[in-house]
């Protein structure tokens, strides 16, 4: 998975000001929805909105702003992430799915546990991955949820969604930002300000997915672009490379490799600039050559992705990184 953006929650982003409107009017009209349905793109920025709006909902004395004031006794609970009254649901590390042991536990822990006297957040994220069984008996504690409760579903892919599910949750649409607005808060947070437009591009214009892309880049050197051209020319085997990247350490591979792929898929798009690393631009001349095109690389990316997900797990990973070398020699 992809690492969250080391952004502090203070407050909603630039372009979520509508939302969070929406959602202050809710609370002030003592009509706040328990269940909301969260959309938009991957990067759109929903986890960020959720984090803040659980931040508002859990503390004690709120800003004359609508914010949360950060060292209450709530806040100071949230921020040491030792909160009771937050609870996250995501796939397990080793499966796929939400299952329905974690509803269960869900279940069991808003049962049992103290309310500390503010609201109750539940986060799901991404609400997409919860399986059928899990799904139905989510359906049951959204039909009677309790007091001060709110379940956030966060979904990139809504329509995966059970229609009941969806029904039952007020929508909260995220849409990415103007491109405008996208650049000048992606300027305030980069180093070098002057990379924000090539970065969006690569990002598909989402500005958080830009931010996760210039920070791999930072910290990519990039030697595996000359692994990557080694085994495209036969000078090197799958085996060969994926020792090379097990003894340099997975996760630190897999950020280089994700950095470089995504560099490859710029290049696709808009011409080198000077700079680019010299081994970068023969790598990318080398996949023109054989006539791979962006496919070949969003299939890469998607591996690469998946085995980020798969780290801390047990999974032999140096199969892991044999198939993904195998993979990138295969892939047309
Ligand atoms: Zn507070």
Redesign the pocket.
């Known amino acids: 998975m992809v690492a969250t953006t080391a952004i502090t929650v203070t407050g909603p982003l630039p372009w979520q000001q509508r939302q969070w409107q929406r959602m202050h009017e809710a609370l002030a009209n003592d009509r706040f929805p328990h269940a909301l349905l969260m959309t938009g793109r991957p990067g759109a920025g929903k986890r960020l909105f959720a984090d803040a709006l659980m931040a508002r909902l859990l ?4 800003t004359a702003d609508g914010q ?5 006794r ?2 100071r609970l949230r921020l040491a992430d030792n909160h009771p009254d937050i609870f996250l649901l995501q796939p397990l590390p080793d499966k796929q799915e939400i299952i329905i042991d974690q509803i269960r536990a869900l279940i069991d822990d808003l049962a049992t546990t103290a309310q500390q006297g503010g609201y109750r957040v539940v986060i799901i994220d991404p609400a997409e991955r919860l399986n059928s069984a899990a799904a139905n008996s989510l359906l049951k504690v959204l039909e009677e949820p309790g007091e001060s409760l709110l379940f956030c579903l966060l979904s990139s892919q809504a329509m995966r969604l059970p229609a009941t599910i969806r029904s039952r949750c007020q929508h909260l649409p995220f849409p990415l930002p103007l491109a405008a607005e996208a650049e000048e808060w992606l300027r305030q947070q980069l180093p070098r300000p002057e990379q924000s437009q090539s970065l969006l591009v690569a990002a598909f214009g989402s500005p958080l997915t830009a931010l996760q892309l210039s920070r791999r880049e930072d910290a990519a050197e990039n030697p595996v672009s000359a692994q990557l051209l080694a085994l495209l020319q036969g000078q090197s085997s799958p085996v060969e490379v994926a020792a090379s990247w097990l003894q340099a350490g997975s996760q630190e591979t897999l950020d280089k490799l994700y950095a470089c792929l995504a560099q490859l898929l710029r290049l696709q798009w808009v011409p080198a600039p000077a700079t680019v690393d010299p081994v970068l631009q023969k790598l990318h001349q080398q996949l023109q050559l054989e006539g791979r095109h962006a496919d070949a690389l969003y299939s890469m990316l998607d591996s690469v992705h998946e085995l980020l997900r798969l780290q801390g797990t047990s999974l032999n990973q140096s199969l892991l990184f044999e198939a993904l070398a195998i993979q990138w020699l295969t892939t047309e």
């Open positions: 503390c004690l004395q709120v949360a004031c950060g060292h209450c709530g806040c």
